[in-house]
């Protein structure tokens, strides 16, 4: 639920010990994951309704990095 709640603009972070998949590293490049392990730091924030934080040709890019990735591994 981590890589859906960043796209979908909520603040997300990860501990995940493992390498970071394609995915992840993606979102993290693009700031919308954030890793605590790094010295990321949480930000907790109240909003009154979800804001996308992603525009539509961003969403796009990442789901084009996750079929990547994913045809990468079949």
Do not use: C, N, Q, W
């Amino acid at each position: 639920m981590t890589r859906e709640s960043a796209l979908l603009g909520t603040s997300t972070y990860t501990v995940f010990i493992g390498r970071p998949a394609a995915v992840d590293a993606e979102l993290m490049r693009l700031g919308l994951l954030h890793d605590l392990r790094t010295g990321g730091r949480p930000v907790f924030e109240k909003r009154s309704a979800p804001t996308r934080l992603v525009p539509e040709e961003g969403r796009r890019d990442v789901l084009d990095t996750i079929r990547k990735a994913l045809t990468e591994v079949v």
